[in-house]
T-cell receptor, first 116, second 115 residues
Framework: DQQVKQNSPSLSVQEGRISILNCDYT??????FLWYKKYPAEGPTFLIS?????DKNEDGRFTVFLNKSAKHLSLHIVPSQPGDSAVYFC???????????????FGQGTTLQVKP | NAGVTQTPKFQVLKTGQSMTLQCAQD?????MSWYRQDPGMGLRLIHY???????DQGEVPNGYNVSRSTTEDFPLRLLSAAPSQTSVYFC??????????????FGDGTRLSIL
């Protein structure tokens, strides 16, 4: 079963507008959620994370929102830039000491295209 | 600072052949892991290591072996390659196995095709 899901395979937005990428999860024992960005022929790079005890974390143009009751998180990019065009992966980390230490469970990814 | 280095970048194998994918990190990270990325499935954990001499299985370990004799290196061995192992393989490391507060650094991947 897919514990972390990104239901939108792709998203296209205009430069300067907001990009909203969504992610749903099923396991309430996740304690951290992360977003990674991946360009073609490169490895994923860490973008931003949020602890399960928070509902918002902001870093420059990037903000992640967590809704624990809905088991949903989203990444907002404002304003979007053409260089943001990449594949974005949502990932979840099980609670420390649960036997899953360090493991990341990834969603399928969403390809973002920002048009000039 | 090289970060996480994977070799080779590309490889084509015949069914039944064996090979080793190399991974090295120069950040003195304790935690290292291997993932495979397949279309529509995101990244899936194959094996991981929390330190030299310690390894454990991830989500999809069958057909793969790992060892961790040094902090820096974490090779992934394919014992008898099968077409189902055609994928892009990523190695990652982090300072400790701490989840979200210890983000993992990824190498650029090895694209492997099994004929």
């Amino acid at each position: 079963d897919q514990q972390v899901k990104q239901n939108s395979p792709s998203l296209s937005v205009q430069e300067g507008r907001i990009s909203i990428l969504n992610c749903d999860y099923t396991n309430s024992m996740f304690d951290y959620f992360l977003w990674y960005k991946k360009y073609p022929a490169e490895g994923p790079t860490f973008l931003i994370s949020i602890s399960s005890i928070k509902d918002k974390n902001e870093d420059g143009r990037f903000t992640v929102f967590l809704n624990k009751s809905a088991k949903h998180l989203s990444l907002h990019i404002v304003p979007s830039q053409p260089g943001d065009s990449a594949v974005y992966f949502c990932a979840a980390s099980p609670a420390h000491g649960s036997g899953n230490t360090g493991k990341l469970i990834f969603g399928q990814g969403t390809t973002l295209q920002v048009k000039p | 600072n090289a970060g996480v280095t994977q070799t080779p970048k590309f490889q084509v194998l015949k069914t039944g052949q064996s090979m080793t994918l190399q991974c090295a990190q120069d950040m003195n990270h304790e935690y290292m892991s291997w993932y495979r990325q397949d279309p529509g499935m995101g990244l899936r954990l194959i094996h991981y290591s929390v330190g030299a001499g310690i390894t454990d299985q991830g989500e999809v370990p069958n057909g793969y072996n790992v060892s961790r004799s040094t902090t820096e290196d974490f090779p992934l061995r394919l014992l008898s390659a099968a077409p189902s192992q055609t994928s892009v393989y990523f190695c990652a490391s982090s300072r400790r196995a701490g989840g979200g507060n210890q983000p993992q650094h990824f190498g650029d991947g090895t694209r492997l095709s099994i004929l």
